[in-house]
Every structure is written in C-alpha cells, then in structure tokens.
C-alpha cells in the first residue's frame, strides 16, 4: 500500500516570508496526490489536488504545489505566508487502483505576525 | 461538492459503553470512508463502507470494535464499541466527490473518561 512522509513536524515562519512543506511518497505506480488544510478548530479542507497534467498545481489561497516524478515528492509551496495561514498541512496520496487516501503525520504551520 | 453532516459532533463518553456516529451524505456515493485522527497525529483509515456489503477494515481495526452499517447510498454508522481512553479521538467519515477528490465531514470529537 502507499505510504506518506511529511518531513516537517513544526514549521514557524514570520509574515512574507516563502513557505516549503515536503511531502514524499511511496508507490510505484500512478497516484493522485493532495494537499488538505485544517485551521484550528475546523475540519479538513482541500488545498489543491494533482490527477495528471502539469505537475506544477495551483490552488486555493494563494498555495502551489509541484509533482515531481522521479523524486515520488508533491511539495507545498507559497511565496509569501499570512498569519492566516497557521493551521495543519496534510499531504494524502490515492493510488489509481484504491479508492482509499493515505495521509501523512501533517505539519503543523504557525505564522508569526 | 458533496455536504457531509456528521452527528454528533463531540460527546464524552464513559468507558465500558459505545457510541454511535452517523454520517449524513447529500448525494448518493458508492464509497464512504471512517477515519480516525487522534491528538496530535495524522489520519488513519478504519475502514471503508459499501452500500449492501460489508464494510473492508484496515489493520489494526476490527468489525467487533468498530462495528459499520451502510443501509443505503447517503448514510452511514459507525459505532465504538466498548470504549476505554485511548479510543478518545476525532472521527471523520468522507466520500470521494468528482474532482474534488475526497470530501470530508466535521468529524465527531469523542472523549472517553
């Protein structure tokens, strides 16, 4: 089955500063890859989501995320955070023959003002 | 996408009883899925829930402990059985919505005292 690592436990930025999140992957064949928010006290959000294309995904808010291929990675990307932006990241991955979603541990994201 | 009502969305339980959590869909769905999310961590599948068939649980979870019924296409049950506190956690259920990918609920934050 596929696996998720998310490698960031607690990432603390300051406003306008550019946010990474990693997120990589175990499965050998084709994937669908996601990147869902949770603001405190909220439920899970979609961020943006990746099928097939350009590997180079925009979503909500501001956030873009990059598929690259032979690195199994989908990593979160936005050049310049809010402090709206604090909440938990969660990278999923679905293989195309499941039906089920994988997630990693999350990373949690506070922005200072 | 599709609106998920879960109910209830927080109880405290004493432990030695169960608790049931429905699931509320506003459109037919082939699959819906229970997730877990404990303090602190990431989510973890429990099983998933086929319309006319028995739900497909994950290691880890059993059909005695985490009983699931499915009676029509928009909703579903979960129950946790025979509680103690380290069943004390968020429980989500979410369906696959289109391009949205998966769709989740509130969730229904459980305590067990």
């Known amino acids: 089955a596929q696996s998720v690592s998310q490698h960031n436990h607690h990432v603390i930025l300051s406003e306008a500063a550019s946010l990474e999140l990693g997120c990589n992957y175990s499965?050998?064949?084709?994937?669908?890859l996601f990147w869902y928010v949770q603001y405190p006290g909220q439920h899970l959000q979609l961020l943006l989501k990746?099928?097939?294309?350009?590997?180079l995904v925009k979503g909500i808010k501001g956030f873009e995320a990059e598929f690259i291929k032979s690195k199994f990675s989908f990593n979160l990307r936005k050049p310049s955070v809010q402090w709206s932006d604090t909440a938990e990241y969660f990278c999923?991955?679905?293989?195309?023959?499941?039906?089920?979603?994988?997630f990693g541990a999350g990373t949690r994201l506070t922005v200072k003002p | 996408s599709a609106v998920i009502s879960q109910k209830p969305s927080r109880d405290i339980c004493q432990r030695g009883t169960s608790l049931t959590i429905q699931c509320q869909v506003d459109s037919q769905v082939t699959m819906m899925f229970w997730y877990r999310q404990q303090p602190g961590q990431s989510l973890t599948l429990i099983a998933t829930a086929n319309q006319g068939s028995e739900a497909t649980y994950e290691s880890g979870f059993v059909i005695d402990k985490f009983p699931i019924s499915r009676p029509n296409l928009t909703f579903s049950t979960l129950t946790v059985s025979n509680m103690s506190p380290e069943d004390s956690s968020i429980y989500l259920c979410?369906?696959?919505?289109?391009?949205?990918?998966?769709?989740f609920g509130s969730g229904t934050r459980l305590t067990v005292v």
């Open positions: 499965y050998g064949g084709t994937v669908n």
């Open positions: 999923a991955v679905n293989a195309n023959n499941n039906n089920d979603m994988r």
């Open positions: 990746y099928f097939s294309g350009d590997p």
């Open positions: 979410s369906v696959i919505w289109g391009d949205y990918g998966y769709t």
